[in-house]
């Protein structure tokens, strides 16, 4: 199953995927983590990369389609893949389907996070990730037992940089720029489910295992 988590930053892709991740062994392709990892590398890439994110601007769509397309040959046949931060552009959505079709694949599934933009920001300034599992967290609705310090493997939680107030804002336009016409070309497949995602996490949870019957599989 391929399936595809579209939503503004903070609207809660990412906690989702590592749900199904431990649930169901989903594979998880997060393409601000691809990022992410290739800047801690040093790569050319992540430098190039670099540049665009910490001013919270989007990554131009050549260098994504690339780091996708190496990461589609890598996968094993059957693999359930949860495309999380990517398609953001038409472009790149367009691009997707080609690069599956390719494969004599495409997308089975589309779930839109619906979140209001007024709570986005208090969550991503209190977001802290695990920098060894990746586990997400929050200083106020979900805080590690110790402080700084993951309750899963006890590796150091660290803020990233693009969840400063003031690159946060330019996250969000260029989401409601780029981001939010992808919405609507996905809108009509008769594969997309709208959530509300300012719900509680676990209500979030149960519409997204509803929409993939997999609800009585837990
Ligand atoms: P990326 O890393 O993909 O960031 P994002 O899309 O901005 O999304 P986030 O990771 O910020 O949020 P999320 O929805 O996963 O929320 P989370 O679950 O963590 O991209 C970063 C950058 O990389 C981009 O700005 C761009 O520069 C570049 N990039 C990446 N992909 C690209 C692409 N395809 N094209 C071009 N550039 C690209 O939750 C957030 C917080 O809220 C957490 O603290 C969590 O605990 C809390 N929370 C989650 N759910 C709930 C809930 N239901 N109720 C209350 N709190 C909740």
């Given at each position: 199953m391929n399936l595809v988590f579209i939503g503004?930053?903070?609207?809660g892709k990412g906690t989702q995927a590592k749900r199904l991740i431990e649930s169901f062994g989903f594979i998880q392709l997060s393409t601000g983590d691809l990022l992410r990892n290739s800047i801690a590398k040093g790569e050319p890439l992540g430098m190039e990369a670099k540049k665009f994110m910490n001013n919270g601007a989007l990554v131009p769509d050549g260098i994504l389609v690339s780091l996708v397309s190496h990461f589609l040959d890598s996968l094993k046949p059957g693999q359930s893949v949860i495309y999380d931060?990517?398609?953001?552009?038409v472009n790149q959505a367009l691009e997707l389907g080609k690069m599956l079709e390719s494969k004599k694949q495409g997308i089975d599934r589309v779930i839109y996070f619906n979140v209001d933009f007024s709570v986005l920001t208090a969550r991503l300034t209190g977001r802290r990730t695990c920098s060894k599992c990746g586990e997400i967290y929050h200083v106020v609705t979900k805080p590690s037992?110790?402080?700084?310090?993951?309750?899963?493997?006890?590796g150091a939680l660290t803020q990233r940089p693009d969840d400063k107030e003031e690159v946060i804002s330019k996250r969000l336009s260029e989401y409601s720029a780029n981001t939010a016409p992808t919405i609507d070309y996905y809108r009509?497949?008769?594969k997309f489910l709208e959530i509300n995602a300012e719900a509680d996490v676990g209500v979030v949870e149960k519409s997204i295992l509803k929409f993939l019957n997999l609800d009585n599989n837990r």
């Open positions: 503004a930053p903070g609207s931060g990517f398609p953001r552009t037992k110790v402080d700084s310090v993951c309750d899963k493997c006890g009509s497949s008769g």
